[in-house]
């Protein structure tokens, strides 16, 4: 295993509700299952101010649980009644043993003040595991292409060893893109990863592409100079914790999460 990239995944929270959105990221967990054995525990909330049967909310994660029986994956039913759905995601993360929340929102308007709606942007900060956050464009899955930025304004190494995990699970391509040199304050440079090139492709497939850019027009120009769009449709982003516990989301994440064209999955490091 590369060192610094080994990740643990073997119990990871779904929330579920009706809708494409958590079909999607559900059929994500299922997948990275094949790497981790996953538990997954499919969780949803009934709203006792609004919902006065529980019909929907058992149908959702007893779906989920009978799915997970055909692929042979361990699903957890879990249904709780509270007045606040995001409080209860939080806590459900927060006072178990969860190594990840794998959560989805729709893609959020350019001139919104939020990012993954606000259920998802209280989730992404209060959760004390990592956080998977699957910002959606479109409803294709599994996608043809991951599209993996590498600075350290733009990812770490957990969420890099994510991305590597979920491209072996899909067999699918992947673009790593160095973008190193706009990194101001460098530490680690990821400075493994690219020593270990030969590595990867060995471990998680041949279809794995290295682009580096000339660094002349600025960070999201070289950027989307060297992603195609029509043949990326997820790209994937890391947010970094600080040691005393603050979130800062850089604006140039914040760009990409609401502009590029495809799906965006950005990882929280627990």
């Keep these: 295993m590369l060192k610094g990239y080994s990740i643990r995944l073997e119990k990871a929270l779904v929330p579920m509700a009706r809708g494409s959105t958590s079909s999607k990221v559900l059929k ?12 997954i525990t499919a969780f949803t909330v009934r709203d006792v101010r609004r919902e006065l049967t529980w019909t929907d909310k058992v149908n959702l994660i007893t779906d989920a649980y009978r799915l997970g029986r055909e692929l042979n994956v361990r699903v957890v039913p879990k249904i709780v009644s509270s007045e606040s759905t995001k409080e209860s995601i939080v806590n459900e993360v927060n006072s178990h043993r969860y190594d990840v929340i794998i959560m989805a929102t729709t893609r959020r308007s350019p001139l919104s003040a939020s990012l993954f709606g606000n259920m998802g942007d209280y989730v992404f900060k209060h959760s004390k595991a990592a956080v998977a956050m699957l910002s959606i464009k479109t409803p294709a899955y599994p996608y043809r292409s991951i599209i993996v930025p590498v600075s350290e304004e733009l990812n770490h ?10 491209k072996r699970a899909l067999n699918r391509r992947m673009s790593i893109l160095d973008l190193r040199k706009y990194d101001k304050k460098p530490t680690h440079r990821f400075k493994s990863l690219f020593d270990s090139f030969t590595w990867l492709v060995d471990t998680y ?3 794995i592409s290295l682009n580096r850019t ?7 120009i070289d950027l989307a100079g060297m992603s195609d769009a029509g043949a990326n449709d997820l790209m994937v982003l890391g947010i970094a914790v600080s040691p005393s516990g603050s979130l800062r989301i850089s604006s140039k994440v914040k760009y990409l999460v609401k502009h590029f064209p495809g799906d965006v999955i950005v990882i929280k490091k627990g």
């Design 205 to 207: 497939g041949d279809d």
């Design 28 to 39: 994500m967990a299922f997948d990275l299952s094949k790497s981790f054995s996953t538990e």
């Design 157 to 166: 190494r957990f969420s890099v060893a994510f991305s590597l995990h979920l």
């Design 214 to 220: 000339g660094y002349r027009n600025g960070l999201l």
